[in-house]
């Protein structure tokens, strides 16, 4: 796989660059809870303007769905990165109209400015090609960023390169050579750990993962789908009715490892005890208890075959990590994951799985970090994105 990237791009001073970058930040109180998406196309932004470029950024905002949603306006995005860049960034009031071009056509090189959140238009989520076209038009070439949302096929994501010479930006580059070595040749063991809460969702990439990897250890509410598949009492925990057939067969697959033991209890954290699980069905909790994480014998068992991995991805939670007690498992694999990063190449990837590893302090230790939730499962599932598509070299 071939990736035309942004450092090899010649004569880039004095361009005007459209940026695609995914800013879909959490908001709290109109200003940003999290900035960790900004961060993350730094490095694209400020090779940018050290190359005196133009530069032009695109992103959306939450779901307006086509509509002018005023507390979904990207102002307080530009402003907390003109603080990270130090360096302004003006926020322009719309994504298309004589005003913004004129304001394009003013810009002197290494200026920064953002247009309007483009899930205003109602043509971005349609994959409309005129709207992909306005957005081309405004610049001399396309830079696509943001690997969150390359799973999109959306106006600006998708079809713009059709207009303008376009080009993946480092965060876009790192994301698809970093999940790309996990499905070329993967180093072995290759060891998969899936947890996290919606048992539809991951499916597909335990499917497409199983004939690559040498075992898939399972974690989180997923388990308890296929607790309940196979007839054990799982009181109220989270389950998914729909895919319990299926996940019942994952037992019985070698490769696939469940945990020998859970912790149950209540929500808010009272109550809380280690439960194995025996091998013909039981009751594992009353109606007014939950599955909330993998047990501490399941915890010692993952965590001795992350050790002898040579390769390992993880996405999902282990455990409701939210709250107290039920955080150790989700830590513990994440340590055990990011101890494990010396000897071998690690991955992690998906929102909630990354806060965790923020949590405790190692996100560092990870070969990559990926950005994506959704689009990280679907690359890893061997599904085409069209931001990847886009950058690929035909
Ligand atoms: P990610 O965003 O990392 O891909 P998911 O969205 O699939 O992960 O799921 C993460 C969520 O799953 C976490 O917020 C976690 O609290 C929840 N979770 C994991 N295990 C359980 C469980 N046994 N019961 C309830 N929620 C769980
Ligand atoms: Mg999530």
Same mark, same amino acid.
Request: a positive charge; aromatic letters at 6%; one cysteine or more.
């Given at each position: 796989?071939?990736?035309?990237?942004?450092?090899?791009?010649?004569?880039?001073? @004095?361009? =005007?660059?459209?940026?695609?970058?995914?800013?879909?930040?959490?908001?709290?109180?109109?200003?940003?809870?999290?900035?960790? =998406?900004?961060?993350?196309?730094? &490095?694209?932004?400020?090779?940018?303007?050290?190359?005196?470029?133009?530069?032009?950024?695109?992103?959306?905002?939450? =779901?307006?769905?086509?509509?002018?949603?005023?507390?979904?306006?990207?102002?307080? $995005? !530009? +402003?907390?990165?003109?603080?990270?860049?130090?360096?302004?960034?003006?926020?322009?009031?719309?994504?298309?109209?004589? +005003?913004?071009?004129?304001?394009?056509?003013?810009?002197?090189?290494?200026?920064?400015?953002?247009?309007?959140?483009?899930?205003? !238009?109602?043509? +971005?989520?349609?994959?409309? /090609?005129?709207?992909?076209? %306005?957005?081309?038009?405004?610049?001399?070439?396309?830079?696509?960023?943001?690997?969150?949302?390359?799973?999109? &096929?959306?106006?600006?994501?998708?079809?713009?390169?059709?207009?303008?010479?376009?080009? %993946?930006?480092?965060?876009?580059?790192?994301?698809?050579?970093?999940?790309?070595?996990?499905?070329?040749?993967?180093?072995?063991?290759?060891?998969?750990?899936?947890? @996290?809460?919606?048992?539809?969702?991951?499916?597909?990439?335990?499917?497409?993962?199983?004939?690559?990897?040498?075992?898939?250890?399972?974690?989180?509410?997923? $388990?308890?789908?296929?607790?309940?598949?196979?007839?054990? @009492?799982?009181?109220?925990?989270?389950?998914?009715?729909?895919?319990t057939n299926v996940a019942a067969v994952y037992a019985k697959k070698e490769k696939i490892i469940l945990p020998i033991d859970v912790v149950v209890g209540k929500k808010d954290g009272t109550g809380s005890r280690v439960v194995s699980i025996?091998?013909?069905?039981?009751?594992?909790?009353?109606?007014?208890?939950?599955?909330?994480?993998?047990?501490?014998? !399941?915890?010692?068992?993952?965590?001795?075959?992350?050790?002898?991995?040579?390769?390992?991805?993880?996405?999902?939670?282990?455990?409701?990590?939210?709250?107290?007690?039920?955080?150790?498992?989700?830590? %513990?694999i994440a340590n055990a994951i990011a101890n494990q990063g010396k000897k071998a190449f690690v991955v992690a990837g998906g929102g909630e799985t990354v806060e965790a590893i923020? %949590?405790? @302090?190692?996100?560092?230790?990870?070969?990559?970090?990926?950005?994506?939730?959704?689009?990280?499962?679907?690359?890893? /599932?061997?599904?085409?994105?069209?931001? $990847?598509?886009?950058?690929?070299?035909?």
């Amino acid at each position: 796989m071939s990736i035309r990237t942004l450092k090899k791009l010649r004569r880039i001073s @004095g361009k =005007r660059v459209l940026v695609r970058v995914d800013f879909n930040v959490p908001l709290k109180d109109g200003a940003l809870a999290d900035n960790s =998406r900004l961060r993350a196309s730094l &490095p694209t932004i400020q090779y940018l303007i050290q190359k005196k470029a133009k530069i032009i950024l695109v992103s959306h905002l939450g =779901r307006p769905e086509g509509k002018v949603v005023p507390d979904l306006r990207l102002a307080p $995005v !530009s +402003e907390a990165l003109a603080r990270l860049l130090n360096h302004p960034v003006k926020q322009l009031a719309d994504w298309q109209g004589e +005003e913004v071009k004129k304001e394009i056509e003013q810009m002197n090189d290494g200026e920064i400015v953002m247009l309007e959140n483009i899930r205003f !238009s109602p043509d +971005e989520q349609r994959n409309d /090609s005129p709207l992909a076209h %306005a957005l081309a038009s405004l610049a001399d070439l396309f830079v696509l960023d943001g690997f969150a949302v390359a799973h999109r &096929p959306d106006a600006s994501v998708s079809q713009v390169a059709g207009y303008i010479p376009t080009v %993946a930006g480092f965060l876009l580059e790192k994301e698809i050579i970093g999940l790309g070595k996990l499905l070329q040749k993967p180093k072995k063991p290759f060891v998969a750990v899936i947890g @996290g809460a919606k048992m539809e969702t991951k499916i597909p990439v335990i499917e497409a993962l199983l004939p690559k990897v040498d075992s898939i250890l399972l974690g989180g509410g997923i $388990v308890n789908t296929v607790l309940k598949g196979l007839g054990y @009492g799982v009181g109220s925990s989270l389950f998914d009715p729909e895919q319990t057939n299926v996940a019942a067969v994952y037992a019985k697959k070698e490769k696939i490892i469940l945990p020998i033991d859970v912790v149950v209890g209540k929500k808010d954290g009272t109550g809380s005890r280690v439960v194995s699980i025996g091998k013909t069905p039981s009751t594992i909790c009353e109606n007014d208890e939950a599955i909330l994480d993998i047990g501490p014998a !399941s915890t010692e068992l993952f965590s001795s075959i992350i050790k002898k991995a040579k390769t390992v991805v993880w996405n999902g939670a282990m455990g409701y990590f939210e709250q107290k007690p039920y955080e150790k498992s989700t830590y %513990a694999i994440a340590n055990a994951i990011a101890n494990q990063g010396k000897k071998a190449f690690v991955v992690a990837g998906g929102g909630e799985t990354v806060e965790a590893i923020e %949590a405790i @302090g190692r996100a560092k230790d990870f070969d990559l970090v990926s950005t994506g939730g959704g689009a990280m499962l679907e690359f890893l /599932s061997g599904k085409k994105l069209s931001g $990847v598509e886009a950058v690929l070299e035909k």
